[in-house]
Structure formats: structure tokens, C-alpha cells
């Protein structure tokens, strides 16, 4: 199996996308992480847990023990943090270039090129002279559900 026969269409968000917005594509499709694109060319990955730390305040983050007294009237309103800002401003810094897999890599190059990068996804791009082009997305867990479904 080839990375072009894996690869499949996945939310994807540029820097300037606003955070609230990939923060619900994330929720809604249960998404491990958002592909962040520049002109079509993926690069960047915003992982939900990335979001997560931008909503969670950092006094919670340096004393956890806070985070039991605040009252869940203002813990509902955290995303509130996200308005106004960018998936760019998101973005962990320095920023997660995602990994990249040609078209004609195997499953076994795709695997080994998420876990070298310890990605829960890596984009297909095809390049020829017209410039780089996105395939899809080959997700952790359906890589693994590929390698498991030739083990049956």
C-alpha cells in the first residue's frame, strides 16, 4: 500500500484562520490535530492539546491546584480566550513543521515517519514543477487500522 492509497481529505486551517474556528472543526471531527496551510503547502500541525493549553490559564498551568477553585461558571467560559485570535498565534512555538510523505512511500516509510516525528498525522504531497500539492492526510490511527486489517 502506497502513501497516495492511504491518503485522505482532512480539515485543514491557515495562520490566519480564526483559533475559535479550528478549535470547533477540532471538536466536531474529533481530530487528533489541524493541518495548518500556507498557499495549499502544509506548514504547520496544531494539535488540540495545543488549543487546550492556550484556554487553560497559566496560573492553572504553573499551580494545578487552582484549577479545583475556580467555580465552573467562569471554567465554561474558556474558549472565550480563543476569540479574536488566529490559529497562527496558536501555534506552539517554534512552530511543528508536519511531516511529509511522497506519494509512492509505503506504509511502513509512512510509520516510520510518524514516529520518528512522534505526529499523529503526516500530509501526502505530491511535487512536480507546477509546485508542491496536497493529496490528503494519513492519520496515526488509520495507519494503524490499515497494518491491523492485513494482519486479519
Known sequence: MRARDMAVGYESVTVDSPALDGARLL?????????????????????????????????VIEDPALAAVVDE???????????????????PNPAVAPPVAAPDDTALEVAAL????R????????????????????????????LLAVND
Not at 114 to 117: D, I, K, L, N, P
Open 27 to 59: 471538536a466536531e471531527h474529533r481530530l487528533p490535530g489541524l493541518l495548518v496551510l500556507d498557499g495549499g503547502t502544509p506548514v504547520a500541525i496544531l494539535p488540540a492539546s495545543q488549543l487546550v493549553k492556550v484556554i487553560v490559564p497559566g496560573y
Open 73 to 91: 461558571r467562569h471554567a465554561d467560559r474558556l474558549c472565550a480566550a480563543l476569540a479574536g485570535r488566529t490559529v497562527g498565534d496558536c501555534l
Open 114 to 117: 510518524m514516529a520518528r516525528e
Open 119 to 146: 505526529s499523529p498525522l503526516v500530509a501526502v504531497v505530491d511535487t512536480d514543477k507546477a509546485g508542491p500539492n496536497l493529496l490528503g492526510v494519513i492519520t496515526a490511527s488509520q495507519l494503524l487500522h490499515r
